[in-house]
C-alpha cells in the first residue's frame, strides 16, 4: 500500500532561520512527488512536482529535493508569510492522490 | 483561468440530517476528485471521477456517501444521515494533462 509520512509534525522558526521539512514515502514506481503549501480556510495550493531523484526545484525561499524514499523541502530565511502547513503527495496507480499528514509551520517575526 | 468552485464554503447541520456540496472543476480537467480532510491531517480520497465515470470509490462509505458527475463536468457530494464524526473539510480537485492538481476552497462541515 502506498504511504506517504511526514516530519516533523510541527516547527516553530524565527524569522531568518533556515531548516527543511521531510517527506517519506512508499510507492510502486514513483510517478511524481507534488508539494503543496494549505493555509487555513483554504484548500492546497500547487508548489512543485518532482519526478527523479536528483531532481531539485526551486521558488522564492523554497527549494525542494527528490531522493529514492524521501523529498525534502528545504526554506531558506523564512518570513512569517511563510507561516502554512505544507502537504506532499505521490500519485498511486490510479492517478489518485496519497497526502501525507502535513508539517504545519509557523515561522516568528 | 478560473479555480475549481465549491458551494457552501460552511455547512452546520444536526447528525443524521443530510446535506450536499457541489463542485465545478476547472474547464476541460477529465479527471475530479473529492477528499475528506479532518482537522490536522492530510487530505483522503474519497471518490476519483473520468468524465462522468467512477475510477474509484474504494474508500467512500457507501452507506451514507454518494457522488455523482453527470456529464461529466460538476458534481455533488452528498451524506445521508451525517454522523459526528463527519465533521470535516470536504475538498474537490481537479486534474489537467501535466498531472497536477488544482483544489478549491473546500466546503466545511460541522455536525452537531
Known amino acids: 500500500e502506498d504511504q506517504v509520512t511526514q516530519s516533523p509534525e510541527a516547527l516553530r522558526l524565527q524569522e531568518g532561520e533556515s531548516s527543511s521539512l521531510n517527506c517519506s514515502y512508499t510507492?510502486?514506481?514513483?510517478?511524481?512527488l507534488f508539494w503543496y503549501r494549505q493555509d487555513p480556510g483554504k484548500g492546497p495550493e500547487f508548489l512543485f512536482t518532482?519526478?527523479?531523484a536528483g531532481e531539485e526545484k526551486e521558488k522564492e525561499r523554497l527549494k525542494a529535493t527528490l531522493t529514492k524514499k524521501e523529498s525534502f523541502l528545504h526554506i531558506t530565511a523564512p518570513k512569517p508569510e511563510d507561516s502554512a502547513t505544507y502537504l506532499c503527495?505521490?500519485?498511486?496507480?490510479?492517478?489518485?492522490?496519497?497526502f501525507g499528514p502535513g508539517t504545519r509551520l509557523s515561522v516568528l517575526p | 483561468e478560473a479555480g475549481v468552485a465549491q458551494s457552501p464554503r460552511y455547512k452546520i447541520i444536526e447528525k443524521r440530517q443530510s446535506v450536499a456540496f457541489w463542485c465545478n472543476p476547472i474547464?476541460?480537467?477529465?479527471?475530479l476528485y473529492w477528499y475528506q480532510q479532518i482537522l490536522g491531517q492530510g487530505p483522503k480520497l474519497l471518490i476519483q471521477?473520468?468524465?462522468?465515470?467512477?475510477?474509484?470509490d474504494s474508500q467512500l462509505p457507501k452507506d451514507r456517501f454518494s457522488a455523482e458527475r453527470l456529464k461529466g463536468v460538476d458534481s455533488t457530494l452528498k451524506i445521508q444521515p451525517a454522523k459526528l464524526e463527519d465533521s470535516a473539510v470536504y475538498l474537490c480537485?481537479?486534474?489537467?494533462?501535466?498531472?497536477?492538481?488544482?483544489f478549491g476552497q473546500g466546503t466545511r462541515l460541522t455536525v452537531v
Open positions: 518532482l519526478y527523479s
Open positions: 503527495a505521490v500519485p498511486n496507480y490510479g492517478q489518485n492522490f496519497v
Open positions: 480537485a481537479s486534474r489537467s494533462s501535466t498531472g497536477r492538481a488544482f
Open positions: 471521477f473520468q468524465n462522468n465515470g467512477v475510477v474509484d
Open positions: 510507492v510502486s514506481g514513483l510517478r511524481g
Open positions: 474547464s476541460g480537467h477529465a479527471t
